[in-house]
């Protein structure tokens, strides 16, 4: 049986922000997520940078849309407003709250399967069109709800668990951002919490389209041929009177390294990520510098993290289209239909 309910007493010296909260009021749900899976510890981050930025946890909406990290805006902000779209929809339905209501803090928790694949029409829409958001993406390579096929993330000459190889080449969500005019551009490592704090923090301060891809481990599909423990071979030497599945628990995979250093990760599979950090002096105003910057170590087998680009005077769709600085949703009948002449003044701007 799985208790998801926290306890709800707690130590009466937890440190508290300016708004009198602990970090606790952050929290959700008890995760139900494999041990170790590196989306835990993104949640962990958006938590501890909501409350290191003083946010109302009432004032923000997160949504998402299918897959292990859509499941995981339930394990923070629990006292937050919620919405659990369809597979890739998640883009056109934070769109249209935005527009409704400009005064809350929208964070949309996607995964590579989710945006990258069914929802990468919707990902390029809301990126180009500037919506005031926090888009992170939580990105493993793997469907990891439909155990461990190939995303379109995945690199490519990569291998399933299962000794597939992945021949196709893989979609870059960063360099998509930068191309579709997102004015907020990151990358970090799930397990590096100094760095991935401060770029949510900066994300949720930003005015425009943040983005932030996330590197996030699966844990569960690390069972290669030939192990004596693997799934396969436990199930081929046994005769079974159920199917039951076990995820081995595993230790959270952390990275800590300097500015312009380069860090080889090795994940629980025994393969190997490579981070470089990005130097103190990359500047991260040059849109098209970051582009090359990306493809440039991307062609050495790099993943580069850190702060890609950012636009300081950018603004959003609500600046684009001008709308009024009362929300939408709380406009009367009159100022949403303003008759049949406002309309004809409208349709004649237009011929």
């Given at each position: 049986?799985?208790?998801?309910?926290?306890?709800?007493?707690?130590?009466?010296?937890?440190?508290?922000?300016?708004?009198?909260?602990?970090?606790?009021?952050?929290?959700?749900?008890?995760s139900t997520l494999c041990a170790g899976c590196g989306h835990d510890s993104i949640s962990a981050a958006i938590i501890q940078a909501c409350w290191e930025l003083d946010v109302e946890p009432h004032r923000v909406a997160k949504l998402s849309g299918i897959g292990c990290s859509s499941k995981t805006p339930d394990y923070f902000?629990?006292?937050?407003?919620?919405?659990?779209?369809?597979?890739?929809?998640?883009?056109?339905?934070?769109?249209?709250?935005?527009?409704?209501?400009?005064?809350?803090?929208?964070?949309?928790?996607?995964?590579?399967?989710?945006?990258?694949?069914?929802?990468?029409?919707?990902?390029?829409?809301?990126?180009?069109?500037?919506?005031?958001?926090?888009?992170?993406?939580?990105?493993?390579?793997?469907?990891?709800?439909?155990?461990?096929?190939?995303?379109?993330?995945?690199?490519?000459?990569?291998?399933?668990?299962?000794?597939?190889?992945?021949?196709?080449?893989?979609?870059?969500?960063?360099?998509?951002?930068?191309?579709?005019?997102?004015?907020?551009?990151?990358?970090?490592?799930?397990?590096?919490?100094?760095?991935?704090?401060?770029?949510?923090?900066?994300?949720?301060?930003?005015?425009?389209?943040?983005?932030?891809?996330?590197?996030?481990?699966?844990?569960?599909?690390?069972?290669?041929?030939?192990?004596?423990?693997?799934?396969?071979?436990?199930?081929?030497?046994?005769?079974?009177?159920?199917?039951?599945?076990?995820?081995?628990?595993?230790?959270?995979?952390?990275?800590?390294?300097?500015?312009?250093?380069?860090?080889?990760?090795?994940?629980?599979?025994?393969?190997?990520?490579?981070?470089?950090?990005?130097?103190?002096?990359?500047?991260?105003?040059?849109?098209?510098?970051?582009?090359?910057?990306?493809?440039?170590?991307?062609?050495?087998?790099?993943?580069?993290?850190?702060?890609?680009?950012?636009?300081?005077?950018?603004?959003?769709?609500?600046?684009?289209?001008?709308?009024?600085?009362?929300?939408?949703?709380?406009?009367?009948?009159?100022?949403?239909?303003?008759?049949?002449?406002?309309?004809?003044?409208?349709?004649?701007?237009?011929?």
């Amino acid at each position: 049986m799985t208790y998801l309910a926290k306890p709800v007493l707690r130590h009466p010296t937890l440190p508290t922000n300016t708004l009198g909260y602990t970090r606790r009021d952050y929290e959700g749900k008890i995760s139900t997520l494999c041990a170790g899976c590196g989306h835990d510890s993104i949640s962990a981050a958006i938590i501890q940078a909501c409350w290191e930025l003083d946010v109302e946890p009432h004032r923000v909406a997160k949504l998402s849309g299918i897959g292990c990290s859509s499941k995981t805006p339930d394990y923070f902000l629990g006292n937050s407003h919620g919405f659990n779209t369809v597979h890739g929809r998640m883009p056109s339905v934070l769109t249209g709250a935005a527009l409704a209501n400009r005064d809350l803090i929208y964070l949309g928790v996607s995964g590579d399967g989710d945006s990258a694949s069914i929802g990468l029409g919707q990902f390029a829409h809301i990126m180009r069109r500037g919506v005031n958001m926090t888009y992170i993406v939580e990105n493993n390579g793997v469907y990891g709800l439909t155990k461990g096929q190939f995303s379109a993330t995945a690199d490519q000459g990569s291998k399933a668990k299962r000794g597939a190889v992945n021949n196709d080449s893989p979609i870059d969500l960063v360099s998509l951002a930068l191309q579709l005019g997102a004015t907020y551009v990151a990358r970090s490592f799930s397990g590096d919490k100094a760095q991935l704090v401060p770029l949510i923090k900066g994300a949720l301060a930003h005015r425009g389209a943040a983005f932030i891809d996330v590197i996030s481990p699966c844990v569960a599909f690390n069972n290669h041929a030939g192990s004596t423990k693997s799934y396969d071979h436990v199930r081929a030497h046994n005769e079974a009177v159920n199917r039951i599945d076990f995820i081995p628990r595993h230790t959270e995979i952390t990275a800590d390294y300097e500015p312009g250093e380069l860090v080889e990760v090795v994940q629980h599979d025994g393969s190997v990520l490579a981070l470089r950090k990005l130097a103190d002096d990359f500047d991260p105003r040059d849109r098209i510098g970051a582009m090359n910057h990306v493809l440039s170590h991307q062609a050495r087998g790099e993943i580069v993290t850190g702060l890609l680009f950012v636009d300081p005077q950018a603004g959003d769709l609500h600046q684009r289209l001008a709308t009024p600085a009362t929300p939408l949703n709380l406009l009367d009948e009159a100022a949403l239909c303003p008759g049949a002449a406002t309309l004809e003044r409208i349709n004649a701007s237009l011929r």
